[in-house]
């Protein structure tokens, strides 16, 4: 019995810890957030050419996106609490407003997310037209719904870890892309016209949709390992791989002579074609079809944490005191 007391057992021995979100995971959870790869940036090209997209994409990031991560960076680092911005607004201002925050947070992020089963259905389509008409889109945006919604019992780390999978896929046909427009400086069968009409306004409105979400990340830095170190390095790695990801493909395809004119939205599938072929083009509808699930799966944990952040803190803070007092 002496030697059990001193060795002890196997259901004496300590649990191991929960496997945390490591920098390179919260890099790729963060691209899926914010990004999911340069789909939706084509209506920014079409609407202010390709020299005022390119500078959009350049001052966009600086004025709106680094602001908002250099945020995140350090008041995740200090406050590494489940709820993320529901625990800021709440120590800064109360429970009232973390509340309203948390919930006026969470009825946005689900309009803003009905956006990527659509995509998904309609990145699909580009395989089997008959998938994205009827009932079966329906049944086809359920259905990514409920897949995320399991890959998301499985915790923050999983979700992680599927975000870096996704952002290699889905970025993959784009270097392909730009090895292609570089090479092919008058691609054949493209249009030469000019653009028609500037619309600069939209096309910053579309750029400033395309670079926010940042604050989403905040919501796991319970789960983030070493958050004041991991933090701030995965801010700015992700913001330099959102930059570039949006610029250097539209850098690329500007050298083909395509004209602005062809960029609309999902144009991305058909500018792959015209530069580099139907199997571009496939690998880039795949991408889509790819890229909506990395970001609807990285996004629901999100909001998951959203709409239990309230209850988190609430107990965090009541169970702490409690303890205090013991």
């Not at 390119?54 to 250099?70: E, F, G, N």
């Not at 139907?278 to 998951?304: H, K, P, Q, R």
Request: neutral net charge.
């Amino acid at each position: 019995m002496s030697w059990l007391r001193r060795r002890g057992t196997a259901a004496d021995a300590p649990s191991p810890l929960p496997r945390k979100l490591t920098l390179l995971l919260l890099v790729g959870a963060t691209y899926s957030m914010v990004a999911g790869g340069p789909y939706g940036t084509e209506e920014i090209v079409g609407k202010a050419g390709y020299s005022g997209a390119l500078l959009i994409l350049i001052l966009t990031p600086l004025l709106w996106s680094l602001p908002t991560a250099l945020m995140v960076s350090e008041l995740s680092s200090t406050l590494p609490e489940e709820g993320g911005f529901y625990a800021w607004v709440t120590r800064a201002m109360g429970p009232f407003w973390g509340y309203q925050e948390a919930w006026l947070s969470l009825a946005g992020s689900l309009f803003d997310m009905a956006i990527y089963p659509t995509l998904f259905v309609y990145y699909l389509g580009h395989f089997l037209p008959s998938l994205a008409s009827g009932n079966m889109k329906n049944w086809l945006g359920l259905g990514l719904i409920a897949v995320c919604t399991i890959w998301n019992i499985f915790g923050a780390r999983a979700v992680g870890e599927g975000s870096v999978l996704f952002t290699a896929i889905v970025l993959g046909p784009f270097v392909v892309l730009i090895v292609f427009a570089l090479f092919h400086h008058s691609a054949a069968g493209v249009s030469h016209a000019a653009l028609g009409h500037a619309d600069i306004l939209g096309g910053v409105l579309i750029a400033m949709w395309n670079l926010m979400g940042w604050d989403n990340v905040s919501t796991v830095a319970g789960e983030v390992e070493k958050p004041r170190r991991t933090y701030p390095l995965a801010m700015a790695a992700a913001v330099t791989l959102v930059v570039v990801s949006y610029l250097a493909p539209i850098a690329a395809v500007a050298r083909t002579g395509i004209s602005p004119n062809e960029w609309t939205t999902g144009g991305w599938v058909d500018l792959g074609r015209m530069i580099g072929g139907g199997a571009l083009a496939g690998a880039l509808a795949l991408g889509g079809v790819l890229g909506s699930v990395g970001s609807f799966n990285a996004l629901s944990i999100g909001v998951v944490l959203i709409a239990l952040g309230p209850l988190l803190y609430f107990l965090s803070r009541r169970f702490g005191r409690v303890a205090a007092r013991v």
